[in-house]
């Protein structure tokens, strides 16, 4: 009971900072005189948890899963602690990044204390626990920020946090088993010394992968830049070339570098990620610009969606999946239900559609995508080899991450590059006229930067019925087509799963055997 409910604060503190920072940015950026960097309060959090991840699972395979709590812990606290006093951005921002690193480890031990703790009939019923708890500390993130910053100020929300984390942190050390400890052995038996293990880390290959990570999350931070993004795939090619040639142990194992299933299947889910992040950023937008409903109703179709989410993978680790194999077919069918989904949204995406309807079609989206991810991690599960397990499934969580990121870049720029066309078409049909006035410009940039303004602009912008009927339909358009590319990206993800395959590496080596037998009789 000690390890979930320490366990449970972990994560719950880790997936808070991703949503929460949104309601308290308005102060921090005032505070820190900062009002033009808001997006790297959370941004920077996201790419330095992302850019660890795979190198924690890797530590966790070198020493010990038990090994890595005290140190995410203490990186968590001290970071929230730098945070809390900072008085300028660079401060904060090095506190977030160190929060970062915490956090990857975070995102590690999730996983890796399912897969040493449950036993595989109740495998699936566990990850589902730990997706509730994911998705409660992004649902509720942004409410706890917003209710509790008001009265504490933002700098008690921190050093709260470091509290917290560090004894949740020395509570699941203390409540582990000491068998948990790392397996690796000499040839001869004997165990491995700390300093052999030290010696063994891939420093370099370590470095090349964070150094990709971080270059391909910051080039797609906001708009996308092609020189990171460059840079990110040539550090990327010398990751890998380094790992094949010069790492006497790489940080990711050749096994899980060269397994076509463990790399498409983690393809698929940054596919995946990024459909589900455009129905997340776009159906509060939908609601507030479409069927001009207040700001808190929009907000809380998002909260029904991660409860069905959570109930989805809970019921099919309860129902379904009950020991360690493949679920190929399964997770292959809950794919394409999951698509079906995101081109349904795409044609209801339409101002006449009534509201309990979409709401209903979020609501099964988000209950679907829980039975894949679900589906997909004990999936992975077995397509791994023999201990990488740690290491493969933090690549899977590394590659959901960029789903997120790519996502939203992705789907914003198709966004509003199809808004703006809508608007600047149709209002120059409203005006008769061959190019917009300045009042038409000012008003179409103050449609797309606020979707609030369509039906509850108050004072600040009165729309005339006309008006009103364009933006209306010009964000409904646009969401449309965002929806519409995530449903042609779902077939291609279809594809990519289903190219992963279906055997263990235990059953490939098994069938490669039989087969040279067969030959050489």
């Known amino acids: 009971m000690s390890i979930a409910l320490s366990l449970f604060c972990l994560i719950f503190l880790h997936t808070t900072n991703m949503s929460g920072l949104a309601m308290i940015q308005g102060s921090l950026a005032k ?44 990186l968590f606290s001290l970071g929230s602690l730098v945070a809390s006093q900072a008085h300028s951005f660079p401060v904060f921002m090095l506190g977030r990044v160190v929060m970062g690193f915490g956090g990857a480890g975070v995102v590690v031990m999730s996983v890796v204390f399912v897969i040493e703790l449950a036993g595989k009939r109740r495998r699936g019923v566990m990850i589902g626990v730990v997706n509730t708890a994911y998705t409660l500390g992004v649902s509720v993130g942004a409410a706890v920020y917003g209710v509790l910053q008001p009265v504490i100020g933002w700098r008690s929300l921190f050093w709260l946090q470091s509290a917290i984390i560090l004894l949740a942190g020395f509570g699941l050390y203390l409540s582990l088993p000491e068998s948990m400890s790392s397996s690796r052995t000499e040839q001869d038996g004997k165990a491995v010394s700390l300093r052999q293990k030290l010696a063994n880390i891939d420093y370099l290959g370590a470095v090349l992968l964070i150094l990709t990570i971080v270059l391909f999350l910051y080039s797609l931070a906001g708009d996308i830049h092609p020189t990171p993004l460059i840079l990110s795939l040539l550090s990327l090619l010398a990751f890998i070339a380094v790992e094949f040639t010069l790492a006497p142990s790489p ?96 044609e209801l995406s339409r101002p006449a559609t009534p509201s309990y309807v979409f709401v209903a079609t979020v609501c099964f989206s988000g209950f679907v995508t829980g039975i894949v991810i679900n589906y997909a991690l004990v999936h992975i599960l077995h397509l791994s080899h023999a201990n990488t397990e740690y290491v493969t499934t933090s690549l899977f969580a590394t590659f959901r991450g960029f789903g997120a990121s790519f996502g939203t870049s992705l789907g914003g720029g198709i966004f509003y590059r199809v808004l703006r066309s809508d608007l600047v078409r149709e209002f120059l049909a409203l005006d008769g006229t061959a190019e917009l006035g300045p009042a038409r410009r000012k008003l179409v940039d103050r449609l797309l930067e606020s979707p609030e303004l369509v039906w509850h602009g108050g004072e600040l912008l009165k729309l005339e019925p006309q008006e009103r009927q364009i933006a209306v339909e010009g964000y409904a358009d646009a969401i449309k087509g965002v929806w519409r ?14 190219a992963a395959g279906w055997k263990s590496p235990r059953e490939e080596a098994t069938r490669k055997l039989q087969h040279e037998h067969e030959h050489d009789a």
């Open 485 to 498: 590319a995530a449903a042609i990206l779902g077939l291609l993800v279809i594809a990519v799963q289903a």
């Open 251 to 346: 940080i990711i194992p050749l096994s899980v570098l060269s397994s076509r299933g463990i790399l498409l299947s983690c393809l698929s889910q940054l596919g995946l990620l990024t459909g589900r992040m455009s129905i997340i950023f776009y159906t509060p937008i939908f609601m507030l610009a479409v069927r001009g409903s207040p700001a808190a109703t929009a907000g809380s179709v998002l909260i029904a969606s991660n409860v069905a989410l959570s109930l989805g993978g809970l019921l099919i680790g309860w129902l379904h999946i009950r020991r360690a194999g493949s679920y190929y077919l399964s997770l292959l069918v809950s794919i394409l239900c999951l698509d079906a989904t995101f081109y349904a949204l795409a």
């Open 31 to 74: 505070d820190l005189r900062s009002p033009s960097q808001t997006m790297w309060f959370t941004t920077s959090y996201l790419i330095a948890s992302s850019s660890l991840t795979p190198l924690a699972g890797s530590l966790a395979t070198t020493f010990s899963p038990r090994s890595i709590v005290l140190p995410s812990a203490v």
